[in-house]
């Protein structure tokens, strides 16, 4: 099955600079990667994903790009605000079939300090 | 549209003790998702049901049982509870996959804790 690994597993920034959170996934035929935000004590949310046809998808200040040759992809967070503080969870899926498992990361504490 | 509802939010179970974690959902999704989230350790999918009238183990079904009771309903059974089951569970819905890459929404979550 799918594996996917989420790094860093923590990182902290000053407001106004970018994050960067990258996850590698083993199954070449995933072709679907979303990205959830969940605050603390609340839902998981989505926020952006990218189909595998797509090299880049952009929504304001978020980004993500896929790399399918190294299978990583990777979440970009321009001009940091502290409302951005929040675990972020990055997933992989094949949904080819009629199953349809998202496997996701372990997630990653970001901290933006004001 | 209240999107994917769980019941309860919280819950207190003694070891041995029996509950089930219910979930709705009203976006006439046809497939359902339980998932259990401890610290450092993500979210891992115990049960799924891709459809209705099918249900499928995820990563971590031991000591659960589930059941998909209609198109909008699916609920997840703790039969003897332990100390090891004490998690936030999350529920979540998606489309079909042949219906496009479809996301998961999910609800606000039950807070297990076993004593």
Request: hydrophobic share 30%; glycine share 8%; aromatic share 10%.
């Given at each position: 099955?799918?594996?996917?690994e989420?790094?860093?597993?923590?990182?902290?920034?000053?407001?106004?600079?970018?994050?960067?959170?990258?996850?590698?996934?083993?199954?070449?035929?995933?072709?679907?990667?979303?990205?959830?935000?969940?605050?603390?004590?609340?839902?998981?949310?989505?926020?952006?994903?990218?189909?595998?046809?797509v090299?880049?998808?952009?929504?304001?200040?978020?980004?993500?790009?896929?790399?399918?040759?190294?299978?990583?992809?990777?979440?970009?967070?321009?001009?940091?605000?502290?409302?951005?503080?929040?675990?972020?969870?990055?997933?992989?899926?094949y949904?080819?079939g009629?199953?349809?498992?998202?496997?996701?990361?372990?997630?990653?504490?970001?901290?933006?300090?004001? | 549209?209240?999107?994917?509802?769980?019941?309860?939010?919280?819950?207190?179970?003694?070891?041995?003790?029996?509950?089930?974690?219910?979930?709705?959902?009203?976006?006439?999704?046809?497939?359902m998702?339980?998932?259990?989230?401890?610290?450092?350790?993500?979210?891992?999918?115990?049960?799924y049901s891709?459809?209705?009238?099918?249900?499928?183990?995820?990563?971590?079904?031991n000591?659960?049982?589930?059941?998909?009771?209609?198109?909008?309903e699916?609920?997840?059974?703790?039969?003897?509870?332990?100390?090891?089951?004490?998690?936030?569970?999350?529920?979540?819905?998606?489309?079909?996959?042949s219906?496009?890459?479809?996301?998961?929404?999910?609800?606000?979550?039950?807070?297990?804790?076993?004593?």
């Amino acid at each position: 099955g799918e594996n996917v690994e989420q790094h860093p597993s923590t990182l902290s920034v000053q407001e106004g600079d970018s994050a960067v959170i990258k996850c590698t996934y083993s199954d070449s035929a995933s072709n679907y990667f979303p990205w959830y935000k969940q605050e603390l004590g609340k839902r998981p949310q989505l926020i952006i994903d990218i189909r595998s046809n797509v090299g880049e998808k952009k929504d304001q200040r978020i980004a993500v790009t896929l790399n399918k040759t190294a299978k990583h992809f990777s979440l970009h967070i321009t001009e940091t605000q502290p409302e951005d503080s929040a675990v972020y969870f990055c997933a992989g899926v094949y949904s080819g079939g009629s199953n349809y498992k998202l496997t996701f990361g372990k997630g990653t504490l970001l901290t933006v300090n004001p | 549209n209240a999107g994917v509802t769980q019941t309860p939010k919280f819950q207190v179970l003694k070891t041995g003790q029996s509950m089930t974690l219910q979930c709705a959902q009203d976006m006439n999704h046809n497939s359902m998702y339980w998932y259990r989230q401890d610290p450092g350790m993500g979210l891992r999918l115990i049960y799924y049901s891709a459809s209705e009238g099918t249900t499928d183990k995820g990563e971590v079904p031991n000591g659960y049982n589930v059941s998909r009771l209609n198109k909008r309903e699916f609920s997840l059974r703790l039969e003897s509870a332990a100390p090891s089951q004490t998690s936030v569970y999350f529920c979540a819905s998606s489309a079909l996959p042949s219906q496009g890459n479809q996301p998961q929404h999910f609800g606000d979550g039950t807070r297990l804790s076993i004593l």
